[in-house]
RNA sequence: GGCGGCGUGGCCGAGUGGUUCAGGCAGGGGCCUGCAAAGCCCCGUACACCGGUUCGAUUCCGGUCGCCGCCUCCA
């Protein structure tokens, strides 16, 4: 059984779901006004992974995430650019699916967008108003923290402490600083919608509650995103499910930072990196890699030597799908009872169970990593010995582990332009007859037009 | 001020009350190779500091120092 942190309790504990055979879980996803940096990809990537993993278990996954297309940031960049705030979203919403495309990371199964709630989130608020936990002021609607239960539970602070802490000044209509917008009445020029209360436009990430609880149900099972959402994000969104009588997420789980030399990437520091710079100079799959070489609470340090690192073990892993023929793992999104009948040379039973205990533990994927790096060194070391089948049983696991972590191999060398193809046979040629002066200057060729030359028993190999 | 996390060998990064080792990268030596590449074998350097518990602590407890984060809109 799967256990995983949960910041509720602060402790591992097993992820028991509502319906068995079935995870729902809700990830928050992007608010739309700008392009997409390494923090987003890690937090997809993450759960990319959890979900991958689930479902190599077995598991039914529906996966809910959100995209915030009406907010502040929206407002203010389109009136800055002279342009409406759909075509904003529009925007930064293509270049998010990109990355992720980019990524690998799977689409959510639904993906429900705020500006279409908001008939939803007008009939919550008016339930909190009828409830007496929420009021009307100058400006808007806001919920008032000190009548909801257990208000804290994700922050671990008692409400008297996050009221001390507490860096917001109070407004003179406000009952207390920590009470926070429901609703908010237009201001001139910006996008409404009709409310009880005038026009306005919703508060504070009410979307995600109406959202998560329309498309998952009450109770449902998982809700997750960085940890910076913890609050008051989460802890207000829990706070407004919980107000108006709903039962909210039974699991809550949050991934670490990206650091930058120390520092927290954010947006408020200017110290980010975009997914796409970090596409335009590598491999996408080195950041998974990298992602899952560390344990996804801790923070990661992203910068071009990790990367680059995470790389080299690409490299190796890809060396063994070569030299072994390896199936590509992501020609489908793998089960793991299904994948394990289908594997032609087997796998490796005991290999694959401690693989799965390292999963089960809270997502141990820095000790799943190291498992099959560790089928990778005993694949091709019975590969050396001439033991065929052990070496395609063990690589065999390697390919199917790989994929339920969402890591593409690529075995393949692809096609070869018709220059290089021609420098590979002339150089094949020269090797036959022993003219290793000219195979040598051939090789000086390939490398210096950025190509991998490695001799096998068949010719040479070129991979770049 | 409140709350939380973290300090492991050159780097990244698991883990555990003791005599089997995490794993990767980098480094050294060997094998393979026409030479390479890829790969295999072998090797080195650890558990921030100070106390305590214990037969024995990197692992438990207490303290010190250092780093990081959250406390109203940052994944």
Redesign the pocket.
């Known amino acids: 059984m799967l256990r995983l942190h949960d910041t509720a309790t602060?402790t591992v504990r097993p992820l028991e779901l509502r319906d068995p055979g079935r995870v729902s879980m809700y990830v928050?996803g992007?608010?739309v006004y700008?392009v997409?940096?390494?923090?987003?990809g890690?937090?997809t990537l993450v759960f990319d992974v959890l979900r991958r993993y689930l479902t190599f278990r077995g598991l039914e996954v529906v996966h809910v995430s959100n995209v915030t297309d009406i907010?502040?940031?929206i407002i203010e960049r389109a009136a800055h650019e002279g342009r409406t705030e759909p075509e904003v979203a529009a925007e930064y919403e293509a270049s998010w699916w990109a990355a992720m495309d980019a990524l690998e990371v799977l689409r959510p199964t639904a993906v429900p967008h705020a500006t279409r709630y908001i008939p939803g989130m007008v009939e919550l608020v008016g339930q909190l108003v009828a409830r007496d936990v929420a009021y009307e002021t100058d400006d808007g609607v806001y919920l008032q923290?000190d009548t909801v239960d257990g208000y804290g539970l994700l922050?671990?602070?008692?409400l008297e402490?996050?009221r001390?802490?507490?860096?917001?000044e109070a407004s003179e209509q406000k009952r207390?600083?920590?009470?926070?917008?429901l609703w908010?009445k237009a201001k001139p020029g910006e996008p409404t919608w009709p409310s009880p209360w005038g026009d306005g436009r919703p508060?504070?990430?009410t979307e995600c509650v109406v959202m998560s609880l329309d498309l998952l149900g009450d109770g449902f099972d998982l809700h997750g995103?960085?940890?910076?959402?913890?609050?008051?994000?989460h802890e207000?969104e829990r706070a407004q499910a919980v107000a108006a009588g709903r039962t909210f997420a039974r699991h809550w789980l949050?991934?670490?930072?990206?650091?930058v030399g120390?520092?927290?990437?954010?947006?408020?520091?200017q110290n980010?990196t975009t997914i796409g710079d970090l596409l335009a100079r590598g491999d996408p799959r080195a950041y998974r890699l990298?992602v899952l070489?560390?344990?996804y609470?801790?923070?990661?340090?992203v910068t071009p030597?990790?990367i680059?690192?995470?790389g080299?073990?690409l490299?190796?892993l890809d060396?063994?799908a070569?030299?072994l023929a390896l199936p590509d793992p992501m020609s489908g999104v793998v089960v793991r009872d299904e994948a394990v009948a289908a594997a032609r040379g087997g796998v490796d039973d005991d290999a694959v169970a401690r693989f799965c205990d390292?999963m089960d533990?809270?997502l141990?994927t820095?000790?799943a990593?190291?498992?099959?790096?560790?089928l990778?060194?005993?694949a091709?070391?019975a590969?050396?010995e001439g033991d065929a089948e052990a070496a395609r049983r063990l690589g065999g696991s390697v390919a199917l582990l790989c994929g339920a972590m969402g890591l593409r191999l690529r075995s393949g060398v692809g096609d070869l332009d018709e220059p290089t193809r021609q420098l590979v046979d002339r150089?094949d040629a020269a090797?036959r007859v022993?003219d290793?002066?000219r195979?040598?200057a051939l090789?000086g060729e390939l490398l210096a037009a950025g190509w991998?030359?490695?001799?096998?028993p068949d010719g040479?190999v070129v991979r770049r």
């Open positions: 602060g928050c992007p608010t700008e997409p940096h390494l923090g987003h890690r937090f907010d502040d940031h923290v922050a671990h602070q008692p402490s996050l001390v802490g507490a860096r917001i207390s600083p920590l009470d926070f917008a908010k508060g504070w990430h995103g960085g940890q910076d959402l913890i609050f008051p994000h207000n949050h991934n670490g930072w990206v650091m120390g520092e927290k990437m954010s947006k408020s520091l980010f990298l070489r560390s344990h609470r801790r923070p990661i340090e030597e990790t680059a690192t995470a080299r073990g490299a190796r060396a063994l070569r030299r390292h533990d809270d141990d820095p000790a990593t190291a498992d099959v790096f560790d990778v060194n005993r091709h070391a590969a050396d150089r090797r022993g290793f002066a195979a040598d090789r991998t030359v490695e001799d096998g040479t």
